[in-house]
């Protein structure tokens, strides 16, 4: 969305109150104030619709128990974490960020861990291949969605890609939240052993030809 530089007079008091306010949530007065006017005329923003659908995901989580979501309301990012079932029990912790331009992808998952034993990190690197090698064999060829990969030591990212169709803020908070769910169960499984590759593929795509929308 454009933004133009515009003159307005407002009185000292009320600049003070917005710049505490704006301090306090993290972010400027320009923004601030976009932010209450797009409000006010209910006009739905990028970055409204952003808080929109991280505020959804938070809510649709908490009731979960295995992903634990943390969210700043007016930022552009939220962060969920979970447990491996896995001897001493180490962390994975999911990141979301959205962003607020168009283009190929309209944000980011990132799945971080970190640990010490070169057993689970096998583990959790073949689960991140083999991830990738279902969805170029299902996402990509039947809903023309081309997401991007990369895998870094303890940390594996995959672009989210816009919607196959029209969709609420709180319909694509839902579609993110139902692909981090099944991300998480199959990749607990996996690890676990209690899941060979062929049973997490048929698990994607049963999740595939029954969700409402794609990314």
């Known amino acids: 969305m454009k933004k133009t530089l515009y003159s307005l007079m407002l ?27 797009a409000e006010y005329v209910d006009l739905v923003t990028p970055e409204r619709r952003i808080n929109q659908v991280l505020s959804s995901i938070e809510q649709l989580m908490r009731p979960t128990g295995d992903l634990v979501p943390f969210f700043a309301p007016n ?14 029990r180490p962390t994975v912790k999911y990141e979301v960020e959205l962003y ?5 992808s309209i944000g980011e998952l990132s799945v971080m861990f970190r640990t010490q034993s070169a057993a689970l990190i096998e583990a959790m690197t073949g689960f991140f291949s083999l991830w990738k090698r279902i969805e170029d064999a299902h996402l990509r060829p039947n809903y023309g969605l081309r997401p991007e990969y990369a895998l870094y030591e303890g940390r594996f990212t995959r672009s989210i890609s816009p919607p196959d169709r029209d969709c609420s803020a709180e319909e694509l908070a839902g ?41």
Do not use: C, P, W
Not at 81 to 88: C, G, H, M, V
Not at 176 to 203: C, P, Q, W
């Open 11 to 37: 009185s000292d008091e009320v600049v003070r109150e917005v710049d505490a306010l704006a301090h306090r949530m993290g972010t400027n007065r320009s923004n601030l104030i976009n932010q209450i006017l």
């Open 175 to 215: 579609a993110i939240s139902e692909y981090i769910k099944l991300f998480d169960r199959l990749m607990k499984n996996t690890v676990s052993g209690r899941l060979d590759a062929h049973e997490v593929e048929a698990a994607y795509y049963a999740y595939m030809i029954n969700a409402a929308i794609h990314i």
């Open 75 to 88: 930022t552009f990012s939220m962060s969920l974490k979970s447990s491996l079932e896995y001897k001493y």
């Open 100 to 104: 607020r331009g168009g283009g190929d």
